[in-house]
């Protein structure tokens, strides 16, 4: 069996003397793992960082194997994030989300092209402008696994008016006037993810945005598998948490 895809590096992995596991987030084959020879040489560590975009090509004698990929890379953009401190930890948490929510080997277009879209804006190093394009990365996700959020209309009035609060079971807006008896109990609802954002998104709205994912991605898809969210994007959250007190 043999195919051809575009793929992002989410890790890389060292098998043996000098080759390399690489878990890749393709575009057409979805999170797929293969074995890269010399993936591990130093040459081949530089070309598979997480992040970098490459062109894949594996080959396997039966589809279950784990086969073998021909890694090329197409561009490399991992080493500009590298010299960011907010740019790192995102793309930290993007390979951890990636790796954790999505089913290995399972087709998601929207979440490859997405996160491709992502990872370019966060190589410009301005966390303001890619911290609510992580959010909508994620919202995707959530969609695309069958959990989408419902964000048009208020749960309880049907209004799509000054909607504020969104239900932490429900995964349904909520109003300002519906709302404000339980508002100690529902997550924020960021205007930028209703388009009627006044300006550039300010670091307590990426905040409430990105509190808003996990909560989604924790209580609908991960715990279900007895998993948690991963570290690395709890990190991203207080590193967003820590720029609001400077904001």
């Not at 929510?101 to 929207?110: D, G, I, N, S």
């Given at each position: 069996m043999e195919w051809s895809d575009e793929g992002i590096v989410l890790a890389l992995r060292p098998h043996g003397e000098s080759a390399g596991i690489l878990e890749a987030l393709t575009r057409n084959h979805g999170r797929h793992l293969g074995l890269v020879r010399g993936g591990s040489s130093s040459k081949g560590r530089a070309q598979l960082q997480p992040g970098n975009r490459v062109k894949l090509t594996w080959r396997a004698r039966l589809a279950e194997n784990l086969g073998i990929y021909v890694a090329e890379l197409s561009r490399a953009r991992a080493s500009d994030m590298f010299e960011d401190r907010a740019a790192l930890a995102g793309l930290n948490a993007f390979a951890a989300v990636a790796a954790s929510?999505?089913?290995?080997?399972?087709?998601?277009?929207?979440a490859f092209e997405g996160a491709d879209v992502l990872l370019d804006?966060?190589?410009?190093?301005?966390?303001?402008?890619?911290?609510?394009?992580?959010?909508?990365?994620?919202?995707g996700l959530l969609d695309?696994?069958?959990f989408g959020l419902d964000l048009t209309r208020c749960a309880a009035t049907g209004s799509a008016d000054d909607l504020i609060y969104v239900s932490p079971r429900t995964g349904r807006a909520v109003s300002r006037a519906a709302g404000e008896?339980?508002?100690?109990?529902?997550?924020s609802l960021p205007p930028f993810l209703l388009g009627r954002q006044a300006g550039d998104p300010n670091p307590r709205d990426a905040l409430a945005g990105l509190e808003l994912t996990a909560h989604f991605l924790a209580h609908w898809v991960l715990m279900p598998h007895h998993k948690t969210i991963p570290e690395a994007r709890n990190r991203l959250t207080e590193l967003a948490a820590r720029s609001t007190e400077s904001a």
């Open positions: 929510v999505l089913p290995e080997r399972e087709p998601h277009t929207p804006a966060m190589a410009n190093h301005v966390f303001e402008d890619w911290a609510p394009l992580f959010v909508r990365w994620e919202i695309e696994l069958g008896a339980y508002r100690d109990r529902l997550l």
